[in-house]
Structure formats: C-alpha cells, structure tokens
C-alpha cells in the first residue's frame, strides 16, 4: 500500500478506536504537573447569549482562538480539515464555502451565499474571505440552516468569527513570531491596555510574507499564491454599570501576486501544462490586491429586570484588483516583453478586475433572561449592499477586443424575528421561532466589445445588457424540543426552514428563491465525570428551487438557473477526551445527496473566446453572437457539487511535565476530505476533485507564559487539486515546515 493509504487507514482506525470527533474546546494549560482536568467548557454567543456549547441544541463545532495553531488553522479554508461536513473550494475570486454540501459561492454578484459568514456578528460579504486569523477567541460553526436568528443566506449554515475584546481587569497581551520553509516569516500580537474601571483598549495586529509555491516560466515571471499581508484591528470598551458599548475597526492589506492555476488536462489549452504542476506558463503579468475595513459597534444595556437591549451596527469596505492570464497558458514562447505593454502575440486571454462591495447592517435586539420557564429574543435587521464589478479584457481577436464588462448592484435586505422557550418541565423545553425576511436587488450593467476596434468603431458595441430587478421575501424559523435527560445528557428534535433570497441575471432573466425544510435528531453526552463528551446528529434536508449557477444564454454571462428538488441528509459523529496530560478530539461525517436533472449549457465544451456573447437570433449581426444550440445538455440527477459524501479529522496530544513550570507536548492531526464533483455534468476527467488526507504535527516546549513550537504541515506532501474555476485548476499548499516563538503577558 502506498504511504497514504496507510496513514488514512491508521487515522481512520484510530479515529473509530477513540470516537471521532472534533474540536470544541480551547488550548488547555494546566498549572502543576499530572493536574487531572476535563476538556474546560467553552463558551459560544451565535444565539445571542453566553452558552455552553454542550448545553446548546444545534449542530455545532467550536474552535478556540488557542486552539487555531493546534490545528493548523490558519484561514477560513482550513476549517475544513477541523470541523465535520465543512468543504471549502478554491475558486479564485471567492472561497466556495458549504456546509454539507450547501452554500456554493459564485463570481456572480447576483447570488447569495447558502453559508454566512460573520466577523463580530457583522455578515461578510463573499470576497476576501482568504485573510488570515490573529487575535482570535474563537470560531463558531453552526450547521443547517439558520432560519430564525440569522435568516436568509443561511440554508447551509453559518460561520461566527469572534475576535478578542478588550478587558478591564489588567496590562495583558501576547507576541507571536515565526519563520518557516518558503521563505515564510511573520509576527502578530496584542496589547490590552485598561484606562480605567470602566474603559479599556486593545490593538491587535499582524504581518506576514511568503514565497510563491510556484515558478512562472512564462515572460513576465509572475509570482502568483506568494504573501504580503498586514492588518490591524483596535478595538475599544466602555463598560460603566449595566451599560456597554465595544467598538471595533479593523484594516486589512493583502497582495498574492495573482492566483495560481492551470487547465484543467483534458481542456483547450492543456497542451500548454508542464510535467511540473508548481510550474506555470502565463503570457501576461497578474497581480491580487486585496484590502477590507471592517468595523462594528455592539451597544448593550441591561435593565433591573434582566432584560438586555442591544444594537449591532457594522460597515464593510472590500476592494479587489486582479490582473490574470485566463486561460492560463501561452502558446508562443517568447521572452521578450515590449516596454508599451501587452503584445497581442502573448495576449491570448487577459483580464483586468476589479471588485468592490460596501455593506451597510444594524440589528436590534431584546432578550429575555435564560432562566427562569420562558425565555426569548426579539429582533429587527437592515443589510444594504453595494457592488461594483469592472473587468476590461484583452485578447488577440482583432473584433471583439477589447471587451469592457460593468456590472453594478444595490441590495436591501430587511427581517425580524422572535424565538421563545417554554419549560413544560423543569428539564424540557419546547421552542418555536419565526422570521420573515424582505429581499431587493437592481442592477444596472452591459458588455461592451470592440471599442477601439475597426468594426465597431471608437464606442464599441454593447451586446448584452446586464440590468435587472428581483424582489422576494419567505417566512422562516424553527419548531424544537430540547430534552436535559439528566446533568451529562441532552437529547433534540427540531425541523426548521431556511431561506436564500433570488434574483436577476439581466431584464429578462430571473431566477427565484430556494427554500429548505430541515429535520434534526441530536444527542450530546459526557462520560467518565466529563473526561469524555460526545455528540451525535442526524439530519434530513429537503430543498426546492434549488439555485445553481449556469451560463445564461441571453448575455452570454454567468447567471443563476433553479433545479426543482434536491434532498440531502447524512450523519455527524463527534467527541472529545482529556484524561490527564492525554487529549484526543476529532470528527466524522456522512452526507448523501440527490439532484434533479436540468438542462443547461456545458461550458466545458464551449471552444475558446475573448468573451462569451449572447445565443444567436435571426437579427443578429455577425460577430456579436454565438450560437449555443449544440453545447445545450442535460445535467444534474446525481449528487451534489462541492460536496464529499465522508470527511474526517482526529487530533491526539500528550501534555508531559517535565517540572512544575516545563512542559513538552507533541501533538498529530490527520484530516481526509472526501472527492467531489464540480460541474453538474459529472465528465471523470474535467469535473471531478480527488479525495486528499493531511497530515500535520508539532511539538511544544512551554516554559511558563514562553512557548517554542517546531511544526510541519501537510506533512507528507501530498499533491492535490483545491479547486476549479471554468476551465483552469488551483492546488494545495504543499510541505510546510518551521518555528513558531510566543509569549503571554
């Protein structure tokens, strides 16, 4: 058996042995050597109070911020080597995020995501998901969807990334620093500085380089996938008596020198794909500049009765320029570059991008007091987004080039809601919410092509028309029992219903809202004087105008189409354990799924172009259409994209005293995410992504508040496709290995 295999045979076996799980605890660090302790409690806030995760009646995995290093967690994309069900695939432009199977994202700014993701309970707009975790208290994600207290783009599920905040109490902070193979160095840290009883600051910060895993022998010697990030947060808190305002911005700066991709072998250009996949054959400069400000401002007040009232209110400012080769191949080797620019000899295929989205949110609140034999929360939410999308292209077709795309869109999405608890018995409740949520969209946009062409003269000519309006709105929400059988066990059963709004592809083409009904049996369980806790979900979802993404013909541009059903359900299995200086965690999942069938176009299949143009009609003139007609088939009626019928994780340490103030712990983790498909048409050779295990160690010598940690990922550099986006592939990081140095203050 080669390596591999037996290192996922071993995971497997040991993950069975121990009952796989996954993480939902932090870094513990006990005081005295051969300290007895349980896995410590960890405290979630994605229901609008401090609970304990295990007392919580979701499908939930926690992270701590401790705990990210542990397990090589690094960026969102690497919470799917932490956390069951999640799949994260690379596409360039946007991370697709799905939680079983659901939440693909899309280059479209027409389609909402079916995972949420929020940064200090701000929703995150789609782009700029890539940037890295620091100052972190813990990760969140919660599994289904979310219809009650999130709401709309939530079908999948959502994912709360909680920062630290600034503390009353003393002088605290850290400082972190590492160095690494590929050049890779960088430091971040924080400083929490109380003003005064009742005030507090805390600035946060990181920076980071790196190298490209890959070598452009093409002309410009691009260095796509390297690093250069900085970003910094401040935050502050006003706390006087049953009143508080956090306040935090935050700024992030982030160049990769362009995506790393090639064809998909089997595709046009394949030809041009080297024996070597970390090396490319671009034939144009590229370049990612990414840069986001985030900031928030949570009001509280609890009045004399309990009884909190609070206001959530957050802007975003996300900006993106690309420069990419997009088929990315060349099929002229030549060195020279001419000092005016882009030879049409080179430029078979070549984009300017630019993306940039501006998101308005506020929600109130009112919520009850948990104790006592009712309990609720009232709330009200306002999102408005704004989003531009630029893209000039260049090409060698002497008729279409150049080709300028402008797509524009306002969004309003409005809701409220109101979830209530009722003890019948002491130790069983019965709880229902409800949501109705209000969605708009208008859009305005065109393709141009030809403008400084012989054919169509300086102004070029517009051959689609990108503007459109959509406006829908679904009741949503939840029906649960929820069961404290005794101290140690907690059994639920819910069904609840998400929502992802639709909208418009241009004037003519719309595409309506999917909607889900969920039903969930859960039990969480704690073992051995709570050394060992477990849970256990299994869920059936059933979906209807299931939204995906397709080339609309009408514009030639990639819209959103509505397949009748889909039905997804599975299993998720996970545990922890901590008996002395021993810790194991891990998790498993299983989901199938099934899809209608539809009929679309096979992109894959489409021959080359500058630009994809609209189908053909009798009134067309030449050059400014395409006809589809041959390239028309149908799709679907398998399972769904983007999503691994098994993924697995298992992580084992061992905390071992050398003294009262010296400890060493060694610590593995192995993580499988299963294959899955990416194109509806299921082709083996063009659509399908291999199933890949990673590996990673490290080992920790802590002295006090002072940590050196050695650490390798991907450990045995396994070589793996992360992605598609059209017709070219991205691939995952290979062998990593270095120091990590930190210190507690």
């Known amino acids: 058996m080669r390596t591999r295999d037996l290192v996922r045979l071993s995971a497997a076996a040991l993950a069975i042995g121990v009952g796989i799980a996954t993480p939902a605890w932090g870094q513990e660090v006990t005081s005295k050597e051969g300290e007895k302790a349980a896995p ?237 996949f970390r090396e490319l054959t671009y034939n144009a400069p590229t370049l990612n500049h990414e840069r986001a400000f985030n900031s928030s401002l949570e009001l509280r007040y609890e009045l004399d009765g309990g009884i909190v009232l609070r206001s959530l209110t957050g802007y975003t400012n996300k900006r993106i320029n690309n420069l990419y080769d997009s088929d990315g191949a060349f099929t002229n080797v030549d060195t020279s570059v001419p000092p005016d620019g882009i030879p049409d000899v080179f430029a078979s295929q070549v984009q300017d991008q630019f993306v940039r989205e501006r998101e308005w949110t506020q929600e109130v609140n009112i919520i009850s007091p948990a104790e006592g034999r009712f309990n609720w929360i009232l709330g009200g939410y306002y999102q408005k987004n704004k989003i531009d999308v630029i893209i000039d292209g260049r090409s060698d077709d002497i008729v279409s080039d150049p080709t300028k795309i402008r797509n524009y869109q306002d969004k309003l999405t409005l809701g409220v809601f109101a979830q209530l608890g009722y003890k019948i018995m002491p130790n069983l409740e019965f709880q229902v919410g409800a949501r109705y949520s209000h969605y708009k969209v208008d859009s305005t946009g065109y393709v141009n092509i030809g403008s400084e062409g012989p054919v169509f003269g300086p102004d070029g000519l517009n051959v689609a028309d990108l503007a459109g309006s959509h406006e829908d709105g679904r009741m949503t929400g939840k029906v649960a029992l929820n069961w404290n059988v005794n101290d140690d066990h907690m059994l639920y059963v819910f069904a609840a219903r998400g929502y992802k709004p639709g909208g418009a592809n241009n004037v003519t083409s719309e595409f309506g809202p999917e909607t889900v009904m969920d039903y969930e049996f859960g039990w969480k369980g704690a073992f051995l004087d709570n050394h060992i806790r477990t849970q256990l979900g299994a869920f059936y979802m059933d979906y209807s105008d299931f939204q995906f993404d397709a080339l609309d013909i009408t514009t030639g541009q990639s819209g959103v189409t509505n397949i009748a059903s889909a039905n997804i359900k599975g299993l998720e299995f996970q545990m922890q354990a901590k008996i002395d200086g021993l810790s194991i965690d891990g998790g498993v999942a299983y989901v199938d799924s099934s899809l209608d069938k539809i009929t679309m176009v096979d992109v894959r299949n489409l021959p080359p172009a500058p630009v994809r143009l609209p189908q053909c009609l009798p009134s067309s003139a030449p050059g400014t259409c395409f006809d589809y007609t041959d390239y028309i088939g149908t799709a679907g009626g398998g399972v769904n994209l983007f999503s691994p019928k098994w993924s697995y994780n298992v992580g084992v340490q061992y905390e071992a005293w050398v003294n009262e103030d010296v400890s060493i712990t060694p610590r593995l983790n192995y993580a499988y995410v299963g294959p899955r498909w990416t194109n509806l048409f299921y082709n083996p050779q063009l659509d399908y992504l291999e199933g890949r295990g990673l590996l990673s160690a490290q080992i920790t010598l802590r002295y006090k508040d002072w940590e050196l940690e050695g650490y390798a990922t991907n450990l045995t550099n396994e070589k793996y496709v992360s992605g598609q986006s059209g017709n070219n592939e991205f691939y995952g990081a290979p062998r990593e290995f270095g120091v990590r140095a930190s210190v507690r203050f």
């Open 40 to 276: 410590p409690e960890i405290i979630v806030t994605a229901q609008r109070r401090e609970e304990n995760l295990q007392d919580v009646p979701i499908a939930a995995t926690a992270i701590s911020g401790d705990q990210l290093d542990d397990k090589a967690v690094r960026t969102l994309a690497d919470l799917q080597f932490a956390a069951p069900s999640v799949s994260i695939t690379d596409q360039g432009l946007t991370q697709s995020v799905n939680l079983r199977g659901i939440g693909i994202a899309s280059g479209s700014p027409s389609v909402a995501n079916g995972v949420a993701t929020y940064i200090d309970g701000i929703f995150q707009p789609p782009i700029l998901t890539s940037s890295s975790f620091y100052d972190i208290a813990s990760i969140e994600v919660l599994r289904g969807p979310q219809g009650t207290l999130v709401g709309s783009n939530s079908t999948g599920g959502a994912i709360f990334i909680n920062t630290q905040n600034p503390s009353t109490d003393r002088v605290k902070g850290y400082a972190k620093g590492y160095y690494g193979s590929y050049n890779a160095v960088g430091a971040e840290g924080a400083l929490n500085l109380p003003v005064s009883d009742v005030l507090a600051l805390r600035v946060a910060g990181t920076t980071r380089w790196r190298d490209s895993y890959y070598t452009d022998i093409g002309p410009y010697h691009n260095t796509p996938d390297s690093l250069d990030e900085q970003a910094g947060r401040l935050s502050v808190l006003f706390q006087p008596d049953n009143f508080r305002a956090l306040a935090k911005v935050e700024w992030i700066d982030k160049n990769t020198g362009g995506y790393a991709y090639r064809p998909i072998e089997g595709t046009t250009f394949d030809g041009d794909r080297q024996d070597d």
